[in-house]
């Protein structure tokens, strides 16, 4: 703070005056650099403040079996998605034509990006300008929006938060690492930093809730993005395991808290496998610090172990804690309007193994148990997968009920054989490749075919989910096979041998005792009875679309297009020029 008391020397009336000028040159280049970037953009109109009128029909979460639904206007809706890039939302003018080429894409839905650097540059003073810029855009084109809060972190570091908490370090302190070394990255233990960005964030759900209730463009809302302590330059190895600033060590020597106590005792038989492994170890204790109840953690650096959960309790003891300032911010953020809420996490991997090389704390499975226990607000936890073992990270982050939705994930080919493969698979709810409006994906992408055929058949796929009569498929050049079991038959889809592609996915819906609907591209798929005293054929093979979710057959296969029994079996073929939808049905015989 300046103190503006009069002095008598010249000298200091003179400081006094160029203090004075100083302030009023900053404060004059900061409000022009503002009306700079909000004046000379030209904005939306937005329809006039509508108010929501039943509370009951905002999108939310509703359970079908074992699977999780989002409910948009009373219906189920899947979301055949894809995510901007980072600043795609970042200006009025270069936004606008971006909603044009995602119509072109065949999605329903758009994952964009709101900053909290551009919706609250001063503290207290809201421009939701650009805000209202993208519910427009995806309006014009008959698209849904999952908005993403990009605030306190983003990849784990502290980059959208506004200048006038960048630079007051005091009032928002940063994590330290283990040699008191501060890092970009706001630690958890700030409260003005979680007061400030609930504040901003409820003002952004308070605004969503007037403009865009009745008409539900906006229909769930990412908190933050890829959170979690990370230090990837760091030379020590683990320097970054938790946060080391004082409060963080005052806290991390305390008692772990009772609440989350209470929790692990209540849910002890459905915890995360190594969870309950080291506090069976440390003997069940229900008060001690982090480490008298959860143990000192190894590190195991080898690459080759990157699956050992290094630095546990740390990791642990920073779930907690971040959970707890992402679950305040979303709290705060439903009191104004309850959209559903996820967090998103970058994974552990060969590359980033161990807490602090990937964001420790961040929502990964081995630590669901304490999110949950920390964060209530949060509806469930999202993976970004870009490594290699796509459906080990589906498979874990479908532990005890978390529903599978992808917002980040490679597009192309390979996305389009992966997005069949979980909606079928894994009922998920979202399939999102990352910078949906790149170059590359403007013409000839391969998605763009999927995304029509998934959005042909959604409604089927929704009726579908958490039944068990829906399974995935997806084989590639390493596992060029898979079987499953659907009904009454055992069925074996290979990657279709002699053409080209290097993987293919598909989806299987049991329509009948001995028909099935399967979508997809690229595969022979082969059905066989459980029951082997009897021998199967095909009934009848046709190739169609849904219309209003029933099925139009539109033309009959057999011969060539099909695999007939006495030739080389009984299936079907799904050419890998386009992908397509055929029903079959079968019959047994003796
Ligand atoms: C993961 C992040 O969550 C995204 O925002 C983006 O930075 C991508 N990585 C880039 O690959």
Redesign the pocket.
């Known amino acids: 703070m300046y103190n503006f008391k009069l002095k008598t020397d010249k000298t200091s009336n003179n400081d006094i005056m160029k203090n004075i000028l100083n302030i009023f040159r900053i404060s004059l280049a900061s409000f022009s650099m503002l009306m700079l970037f909000s004046c000379s953009q030209p904005k939306e109109n937005i329809s006039a403040k509508e108010t929501q009128t039943n509370p009951a029909k905002i999108p939310h979460l509703e359970k079908q079996g074992t699977a999780t639904r989002l409910i948009v206007e009373g219906k189920p809706f899947l979301l055949i998605s894809g995510e901007l890039h ?1 600043s795609t939302c970042g200006g009025f003018e270069y936004l606008r034509p971006v909603w044009k080429q995602m119509a072109t894409k065949n999605l329903n839905s758009v994952i964009a990006t709101v900053s909290w650097e551009l919706v609250e540059p001063e503290k207290g003073k809201f421009d939701f300008d650009l805000v209202d810029s993208i519910i427009a855009g995806a309006r014009k084109e008959d698209l849904k929006l999952v908005l993403i809060w990009f605030a306190s972190w ?2 784990a570091g502290s980059i959208y938060i506004p200048s006038w908490v960048k630079r007051d370090y005091k009032k928002y302190p940063r994590a330290k690492d283990e040699h008191g070394k501060s890092l970009e990255i706001l630690s958890t233990f700030g409260n003005s930093s979680c007061e400030s960005d609930a504040e901003a964030f409820a003002a952004l759900m308070k605004h969503i809730k007037e403009i865009d209730s009745a008409r539900q463009t906006v229909v769930m809302i990412q908190v933050e ?2 959170m979690g302590l990370l230090d990837n330059t760091g030379k020590t190895p683990g320097n970054a395991r938790r946060d080391f600033s004082d409060q963080a060590n005052t806290d991390y020597n305390s008692l772990v808290p009772e609440e989350l106590m209470n929790y692990l005792v209540l849910h002890k038989d459905d915890l995360f496998p190594e969870l309950y492994k080291v506090w069976k170890t440390n003997g069940f204790k229900t008060k001690g610090s982090w480490e008298e109840i959860f143990g000192i953690s190894e590190f195991k650096p080898d690459r080759k172990e990157w699956q050992f959960y290094s630095y546990y309790t740390e990791e642990l003891f920073m779930a907690w804690n971040y959970a707890r300032y992402a679950g305040k911010i979303a709290a705060t953020g439903k009191k104004e309007y309850p959209l559903p809420m996820y967090v ?1 996490a ?1 994974l552990k991997q060969a590359s980033t193994a161990w807490p602090g090389r990937y964001p420790s704390g961040g929502p990964l499975p081995q630590v669901l148990d304490i999110w949950r226990a920390a964060a209530p607000s949060i509806d469930f936890i999202s993976p ?1 997968i ?1 490594i290699d073992e796509f459906t080990w990270a589906c498979k874990e982050f479908t532990r005890s009920g978390n529903p599978l939705f992808i917002p ?1 994930t490679r597009g192309g080919a390979v996305g389009a054989a992966r997005a069949l493969y979980v909606f079928g698979e894994f009922n998920a709810g979202c399939f999102a490749p ?2 949906i409006d790149n170059e590359g994906f403007r013409a000839n992408d391969p998605l763009d075919d999927t995304y029509a055929l998934l959005q042909n058949m959604s409604s089927v796929i929704l009726k579908n989910q958490g039944k068990g009569t829906m399974r995935g498929i997806l084989v590639d050049t390493v596992s060029r096979s898979m079987e499953l079991e659907l009904g009454e038959y055992q069925i074996r889809a290979e990657l279709a041998g002699e053409r080209n592609l290097g993987i293919a996915g598909g989806l299987i819906i049991q329509a009948g005792s001995q028909e099935y609907i399967v979508a997809g591209k690229g595969l022979d798929v082969f059905f066989m009875p459980k029951d082997t005293s009897m021998r199967v054929a095909i009934d009848a093979v046709d190739e169609g679309i849904f219309k209003k979710g029933e099925w139009i057959p539109e033309r009959r296969l057999n011969g060539d297009e099909t695999h007939a029994s006495t030739w080389d079996g009984t299936g079907l073929r799904l050419s890998d020029k386009k992908p397509s939808i055929q029903k079959i049905s079968l019959y047994n015989y003796k």
């Open positions: 980072n983003k990849n993005n890829e998103n970058w970004d870009y980040e990352f910078g």
